[in-house]
């Protein structure tokens, strides 16, 4: 008995209606530019070149690969950037970028609480203190009788002061003789007829080396004329900054209940009381837009109305 060999059925592709076409054999070269796996500890290992450094610091600045070429004087080469050495590089850059990034927000988040509870007093403050002739007394009735007369004259601070007026004056005082004493902390003297009790105000900047917070306030030191002049920050646009990181704004950010954290001493309730003011101010504002749209409309239709017709 003779069996009928089988016919060979063709290839797919040269069927009619066939769905798909047989794929082409891949060639040896298609492979270059994914590493073997056995092949890619040895290439993380590799040690970058100056220029392949460069370029992965130029692309973690803006994540643009062709610019980071152009910056490091290399040819624009999407094989270079998958290669795995240099992706183990550009990894460890974006790690450290995230990590930086992390810590930068925590202390700015820290630097605005500071402003916001400083103490504008610890920088400077105000003084009312005597004038020179508040406490000016003869001289002569305390030589006589061993007792002090306020006479109101004019008072000065030591003797060297006072001789050198003297001298420069022919040995004369203009203002009178109110003996020596005078300093600008003490209470004004109520029937001074000079200052009308009231005395002299003294602007004091008070020694930085002793400041707490209140030192995240200065904006600027400046000196005219002698007089130093302090400049601070805005605390309420501190305040405003700080509540929209912490999620009072919802509108302005969405992490009011994101979980987020703040380290460095603020607590739980300090963070609730700043929110509630802030969710009172955001109502105040809500209110007054919509009575100021209200009135718009209004105006508006009183306007449409008393347009005559045709």
């Known amino acids: ?16 209606g066939a769905l798909h076409h047989s794929s082409p054999p891949m060639p040896d070269h298609a492979n ?11 290439l993380e290992a590799k040690t970058l070149t100056f220029q392949e450094e460069t370029l992965c610091l130029e692309f973690v600045k803006d994540n643009n690969w062709l610019r980071a070429c152009r910056r490091a004087g290399l040819k624009t080469s999407t094989d270079l950037r998958m290669q795995p050495h240099i992706r183990k590089r550009l990894e460890e850059l974006h790690a450290q970028k995230s990590k930086r990034h ?8 820290q630097y605005l609480y500071n402003v916001v509870t ?23 009735h305390l030589a006589k009788h061993g007792e002090y007369k306020i006479n109101h004259h004019y008072q000065f601070r030591t003797v060297a002061e006072q001789k050198r007026v003297k001298d420069a004056n022919n040995g004369k005082f203009p203002a009178g003789n109110g003996g020596i004493g005078y300093a600008k902390d003490r209470a004004p003297n109520p029937e001074c007829p000079y200052c009308d009790g009231h005395g002299e105000t003294n602007y004091i900047v008070k020694d930085t080396n002793t400041f707490s917070n209140a030192r995240f306030l200065i904006k600027a030191l400046k000196i005219n004329n002698g007089q130093v002049e302090v400049q601070t920050h805005d605390k309420l646009k501190a305040a405003e900054m700080l509540l929209k990181v912490l999620g009072a704004f919802e509108s302005d950010n969405k992490q009011k209940n994101a979980g987020f954290t703040i380290h460095g001493g603020i607590d739980a309730e300090t963070i609730k009381l700043i929110q509630a003011g802030a969710l009172d101010r955001e109502e105040e504002v809500k209110q007054f837009a919509d009575d100021r749209l209200a009135g718009l409309k209004a105006r508006l239709i009183e306007g449409a109305e008393d347009e005559p017709t045709n």
């Open 1 to 16: 008995m003779t069996t009928t060999p089988k016919k060979e059925l063709p290839e797919p592709h040269s069927l009619k």
């Open 32 to 42: 270059l530019r994914i590493p073997r796996e056995k092949d890619s500890e040895a």
């Open 102 to 109: 992390e810590i930068e927000a925590d202390a700015i988040t």
């Open 118 to 140: 400083a103490d504008p007093n610890e920088l400077a403050e105000v003084q009312i203190g005597a004038c020179r002739h508040c406490w000016g007394y003869d001289i002569s």
